[in-house]
């Protein structure tokens, strides 16, 4: 059984800094796409970042505009794990946050991509 496991939310003020860290079983994602989505209430659950697989040690990075040059992606596939490091943090990037795998190297926008989900962590930032 393939799961995703996601860990390092919590509570901090606008300004702050928390690395959220995906931890993956049943199945190695070494050679897959990896992404992280977040939905705050009453919205929709959107792509933050994801990390495309090159090779061995090799991936690309993609960060949306929302987001860059405050949130970097980054993944060790000897650890089976991707990881989403966030500075800067504004309140409204108050979401629960999900881990998301796909079967194939090449990441995507769309939710209906990803085959496999974690249950999601919660992160608020207070102002």
């Known amino acids: 059984q393939v799961q995703l496991v996601e860990s390092g939310g919590g509570l901090v003020q606008a300004g702050g800094s928390l690395r959220l860290s995906c931890a993956a079983s049943g199945r190695t994602f070494s050679g897959s796409a990896m992404g992280w989505f977040r939905q705050a209430p009453g919205k929709s659950r959107d792509l933050v970042a994801a990390t495309s697989w090159k090779g061995v040690g090799t991936y690309d990075g993609y960060v949306t505009d929302a987001v860059k040059g405050r949130f970097t992606i980054s993944r060790d596939d000897a650890k089976n794990a991707v990881y989403l490091q966030m500075n800067s943090l504004k309140p409204e990037d108050t979401a629960v946050y999900y881990c998301?795998?796909?079967?194939?190297?090449?990441?995507?926008?769309?939710?209906?991509?990803?085959?496999?989900w974690g249950q999601g962590t919660q992160v608020t930032v207070s102002s």
């Open positions: 998301a795998g796909r079967s194939t190297r090449y990441y995507s926008s769309s939710l209906s991509d990803y085959d496999y």
